[in-house]
């Protein structure tokens, strides 16, 4: 059973367009993370969380919002998608037992802005 | 700043060995981790260190001098399927900060 899902798998937008990216983990961990992973750059924190409505800036989060409603759900919004933000999107938990060292992550999404 | 470095490639020749490097440069520092990414998939945690030294895992094992910023991971017997990318992350604080990983290829 995994434990961290993503939807949707794959998703093509339009220029201008707003998209969500929706993650839930049923691993109970507090900690929540958004990256992305495009070549060369390896994996970059967008957004993260502590817990059900927390949410922080990571890395690059310009031209992106995070929401965390509830303890299983952390989606990322793009509320005007530019082709710039073409990339795979991996969503994480952690707990806090663990620091920061061990993350499960899901399965990622495929994002093409056109 | 924050930087964690690896090299892009490696090839090593099955039932050998192969040691992926990585170095840091972090204004915090907690611990060290390793994952296995497989292409088309999500990283998998490997390993966590946070002492110096040498830490055996059997066929991962994985090194640490935080004085030299520089971790390895060492794969023994390596085996067609271990064939991936390794990703080196370093924690400090609340960041996690990924290196862009270094793609193994073990041919036979």
């Known amino acids: 059973e995994a434990a961290v899902t993503q939807s949707p798998r794959n998703k093509v937008a339009v220029t201008g367009g707003k998209v969500t990216l929706s993650c839930n983990q049923t691993?109970?961990?507090?900690?929540m993370y958004w990256y992305r992973q495009d070549t060369g750059h390896g994996l970059r924190l967008i957004h993260y969380s502590y817990g059900a409505g927390s949410t922080e800036k990571g890395d690059i989060p310009d031209g992106y919002k995070a929401s965390r409603p509830s303890q299983e759900n952390f989606s990322l919004i793009l509320e005007l998608a530019t082709p710039s933000q073409t990339s795979v999107y991996f969503c994480a938990s952690g707990d806090e037992l663990g620091g920061y060292a061990e993350q499960f992550f899901g399965p990622g999404t495929r994002l093409t802005v056109l | 700043g924050q930087g964690v470095e690896q090299p892009d490639n490696l090839m090593s020749v099955e039932g050998t060995f192969a040691r992926v490097n990585c170095t840091y440069s972090t204004s915090g520092f907690n611990g060290l981790s390793w994952y296995q990414q497989r292409e088309g998939h999500a990283p998998v945690f490997l390993s966590y260190v946070v002492l110096d030294g040498l830490k055996d895992s059997g066929h991962f094992s994985t090194f640490l001098s935080r004085s030299n910023g520089y971790s390895y991971l060492l794969l023994t017997e390596l085996q067609i399927k271990d064939s991936a990318s390794y990703l080196c992350a370093v924690t400090g604080g609340y960041k996690v900060v990924f290196g862009s990983g270094t793609r193994l290829l073990v041919s036979p």
């Open positions: 691993n109970n961990h507090n900690n």
